[in-house]
Nanobody, 124 residues
Framework: QVQLVESGGGLVQAGGSLRLSCAAS????????MGWFRQAPGKEREFVAAITWTGISTYYTDSVKGRFAISRDNAKKTAYLQMNSLEPEDTAVYYCAAASLVGSLRANYGIEYWGKGTLVTVSS
């Protein structure tokens, strides 16, 4: 069993930066690929980024490539999402997720654990 708790959201001006954290409980954090999703008002939840359990491979949706960076620290049982050059279109609730396979995160299917989300608001 893994429980995920996001933090680091808030209000930021366009062009600014935020770093989201996802703290996990449970002894098997290192066995899971980790991902970030977001859901804007009136829209479906969408994939943002994922990282394999080793941390070697990362994946991003096209709209955040070059601006966002996902990372993890297995010793701290924490995943991160560094968000730079934020745009108003990035405004959403951001969710952390864990899955046995990184492909599950990329496909947004068969994901085993979700956090409750943290709100990011980017003002223009």
């Amino acid at each position: 069993q893994v429980q995920l708790v996001e933090s680091g959201g808030g209000l930021v001006q366009a062009g600014g930066s935020l770093r989201l954290s996802c703290a996990a409980s449970g002894r098997t954090f290192g066995n899971y690929a980790m991902g970030w999703f977001r859901q804007a008002p009136g829209k479906e939840r969408e994939f943002v980024a994922a990282i394999t359990w080793t941390g070697i491979s990362t994946y991003y949706t096209d709209s955040v490539k070059g601006r966002f960076a996902i990372s993890r620290d297995n010793a701290k049982k924490t995943a991160y999402l560094q968000m730079n050059s934020l745009e108003p279109e990035d405004t959403a609730v951001y969710y952390c997720a864990a899955a046995s396979l990184v492909g599950s995160l990329r496909a947004n299917y068969g994901i085993e654990y979700w956090g409750k989300g943290t709100l990011v608001t980017v003002s223009s």
